[in-house]
């Protein structure tokens, strides 16, 4: 069995390698997919639509362009890993999250025990909550190979 598992959110951490290199230690068929990681890059995926002098419409367009990747790789995975990091806010997460409640995409959330109150409603709609890579990997193992 195959399954596609998207990795949604924090990016300034290695989580999502961790994860990915923890599934390949287990050999589990998992293909991972993710919004573009790249800082720079995602905040200028609009700028082939023309310059703007405002920041507001520079990151408008740019977060509609990333939508279109975002929205149809939720829509094909099995699962989402959604990562909220300490430091920043991931707004982009929390919205995620909610895309695939409302496409009953089962998601399991990833964040440490310091900021559950502020992410009650996102972990209430999620099938788990992890607060390490580690415990991600061991739950697709579980979930690919128990029979």
């Known amino acids: 069995m195959t399954w596609n598992v998207y990795l949604s959110g924090e990016i300034h951490t290695d989580w ?17 997919t993710s919004a573009v990681t790249d800082h720079d890059s995602s905040d200028a995926a609009g700028d082939g639509l023309g310059a703007e002098s405002n920041n507001f419409w520079r990151d408008h367009k ?20 959604i990562r909220f990091g300490d430091q920043y806010k991931q707004w982009n997460a929390a919205f995620d999250a ?37 415990q991600i990997v061991e739950i697709l193992d579980y979930l690919l190979n128990q029979k």
């Not at 999502?16 to 991972?32: H, P, S, T």
């Open 62 to 81: 740019s977060a509609k362009v990333n939508a279109i990747r975002i929205q149809k790789l939720i829509k094909q995975c099995d699962m989402a890993v």
């Open 16 to 32: 999502r390698e961790q994860i990915i290199k923890g599934c390949e230690a287990k050999d589990l068929n998992i293909v991972f």
């Open 98 to 134: 909610g895309y695939c409640a409302a496409l009953d995409k089962p998601y399991i959330t990833l964040h440490s025990e310091e900021i559950v109150h502020p992410l009650k409603e996102v972990d209430a709609s999620a099938k788990a909550w992890a607060t390490s890579p580690d």
